[in-house]
């Protein structure tokens, strides 16, 4: 009998396949389709910081447009008493699936500045949420900012959350800090219960024509999981929090790869959105088929069995490695 069982924010889960953020989660039934299918939990897609902040602007603009009597005011809203707010459509998403499927539900935030938003942390978790999971995306463009000055306002927004709520906090965060360790130490010792490594860098592309900077998203391949698996690998076993891999992850070898290289749970996103919810049940399907054959009982057993502290050679993922790989490629004309 194979365990595919593993632990992820101190939520028990019946295997390591998570669906990470995506527009599937917008739709009940979509949601639904993946249990069916043996997703073992679910990560909402994102509120941004940017649409609380907009709305609550916006809200405030509709309230005192005209009068400062906020019964009054109200009758300027649009659509006055079905008018629904996109922030708190949101928390009654999470309400709505957490209603509809066993499976855990991890709220997303995403945003990377102090203030009044952060608040809807904890009404996601009012309204149900298993765990939340915050994204920092952020790409600093302005020259006067260290990286000091920015991993310590990030550090600040993960702690203010941290302290807001009490469902387990994961991170997601980009691959680029100067000292990634350094910084995963800074975190864990906020007392955040997870990191999810690694958001996709979407980089513009240019309309040569048009002169049109040209926005569109690819959707991942299995070559990129070797970033999130070679700092998975670097990381396990030296901070107290629970790993997730995300980019990448499209077939049962890669979520084994996760697994040795110490990761709790193998997010997917990519795969799901192109081959559709029934590569859940194939991908579960080789994973035990795989085990079976080379004769693993548990997903435990082999968590971490490939990280740094593991293998005979550590030095395979340093500096060391570099002039090894180089010389490796044998294929001139
Ligand atoms: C269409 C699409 C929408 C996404 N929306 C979100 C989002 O709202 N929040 C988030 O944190 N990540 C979002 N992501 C990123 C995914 O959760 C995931 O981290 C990333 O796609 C890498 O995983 P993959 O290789 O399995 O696609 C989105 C990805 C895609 C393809």
């Known amino acids: ?159 203010d959350i941290k302290s807001s709520i009490k469902i387990p906090l994961a991170v997601k965060l980009s691959p680029f800090y100067t000292s990634l360790p350094h910084f995963v130490k800074r975190l864990a010792a906020t007392g955040v219960d997870g990191l999810v490594l690694f958001n996709r860098f979407y980089q513009p592309d240019f309309d040569i024509e048009e002169l049109n900077i040209s926005h569109t998203l690819d959707l991942s391949s299995s070559s990129e999981l070797r970033l999130p698996l070679c700092w998975i690998a670097m990381l396990h076993g030296h901070f107290n929090v629970d790993f997730a891999l995300t980019s990448g992850v499209h077939s049962a070898i890669d979520v084994l790869k996760a697994m040795m290289a110490g990761a709790k749970v193998s997010m997917m996103a990519s795969e799901l959105l192109h081959s559709g919810v029934d590569s859940v049940s194939n991908i579960l399907a080789e994973l035990q088929t795989w085990m079976e054959t080379h004769e693993y009982t548990s997903i435990k057993q082999m968590q971490g069995s490939m990280s740094q502290k593991a293998v005979a050679e550590p030095s395979a993922f340093e500096r060391a490695n570099y002039m090894k790989v180089l010389s490796s490629f044998q294929d001139l004309p």
């Open 1 to 159: 009998m194979i365990d595919l069982s593993t632990t992820y924010l101190g939520l028990t889960l019946k295997n390591p396949l998570v669906a990470s953020a995506s527009p599937l989660s917008k739709k009940v039934e979509q949601v639904k389709r993946l249990e069916e299918a043996g997703i073992a939990a679910v990560v909402m897609y994102s509120l941004f910081e940017e649409q609380i902040i907009h709305e609550s602007l916006e809200l405030d603009h509709n309230l005192t447009r005209g009068t400062e009597s906020f019964a009054e005011a109200l009758t300027y809203l649009p659509d006055a008493g079905t008018y629904s707010l996109l922030p708190d459509r949101y928390v009654a998403n999470v309400e709505k699936l957490k209603k509809s499927v066993r499976i855990p539900v991890i709220g997303s935030l995403n945003g990377v500045s102090k203030g009044g938003w952060t608040r809807y942390a904890r009404l996601i978790q009012n309204a149900g949420a298993d765990a939340l999971e915050l994204n920092l995306y952020f790409i600093q463009t302005d020259s006067a900012v260290s990286a000091q000055e920015l991993e310590d306002s990030q550090v600040d927004l993960v702690a």
